[in-house]
């Protein structure tokens, strides 16, 4: 994962525009991938997740990309809204199976 | 019940306290996690239970004791902690170890003064 220092990057977007939130990741024997949502004051939230074996996965209105050739993981959010706002992380899990590691996370503002 | 419950939301303590945290699911997962969060980074992992037997230590001072009474709770205590020790601590669970898809809590946010 990536430690972003102090300050979170940031992504804004306007309403109703889609969103791609991008993590890089660290571990190339890494086999399974989710991305987490955390809103203010919460924990985080199950999104989507992806296996190593496949490079996109679809759900409602988000789409998970997996480019194991650079390390890199995306997630795109189709028609954003204002309830997307949030700070969203990836996790990768060890090639043991037995934890999950969290990347570096993006804040997601959405301006209506 | 898809939710995991931790307790207390807010916990103020003095570096000489001895408090614990708690969490809870009764989704029948049989792993249970804690994690580490500061303002503005990512969760760390501290501890992981599988089966009621602690698998993981992350290299967590002792001044930090997790405890699993059964395959429903998951305790957390703290003795003589320092003030760089505040932050949200996360309760997790998932079906198995490493399985998809762990279900947090929505944490205790621990200041220790």
């Known amino acids: 994962g990536e430690n972003v220092g102090l300050h979170l990057p940031t992504l804004s977007v306007q309403e109703g525009d889609n969103s791609i939130i991008n993590c890089a990741y660290s571990n190339s024997a890494s086999d399974y991938f989710i991305w987490y949502k955390q809103e203010s004051g919460k924990g985080p939230q199950f999104i989507i997740d992806i296996r190593s074996n496949m490079d996109k996965r679809q759900g409602q209105r988000v789409t998970v990309l997996l480019n194991k050739t650079v390390k890199h993981l995306s997630l795109q959010i189709a028609a954003t809204q204002p309830g997307d706002s949030a700070v969203y992380f990836c996790?990768?899990?060890?090639?043991?199976?037995?934890?999950?590691?969290f990347g570096g996370g993006t804040r997601l503002m959405v301006k209506p | 019940d898809t939710e995991v419950t931790q307790t207390p939301k807010h916990l103020v303590m003095g570096m000489t306290n001895k408090k614990s945290l708690k969490c809870e699911q009764h989704m029948g997962h049989r792993a249970m996690y804690w994690y580490k969060q500061k303002a503005k980074k990512p969760p760390e992992l501290m501890f992981v239970?599988?089966?009621?037997?602690?698998?993981i230590n992350e290299s967590v001072p002792s001044r930090f004791s997790p405890e699993c009474p059964n395959s429903s709770l998951l305790n957390l205590h703290l003795h003589a902690l320092q003030p760089e020790d505040s932050a949200l601590y996360l309760c997790a669970s998932s079906r198995g170890q490493g399985s998809s898809e762990a279900f947090f809590g929505q944490g205790t946010r621990l200041t220790v003064v």
């Open positions: 996790a990768e899990r060890n090639n043991a199976g037995n934890m999950l590691t």
């Open positions: 239970y599988s089966y009621e037997k602690l698998s």
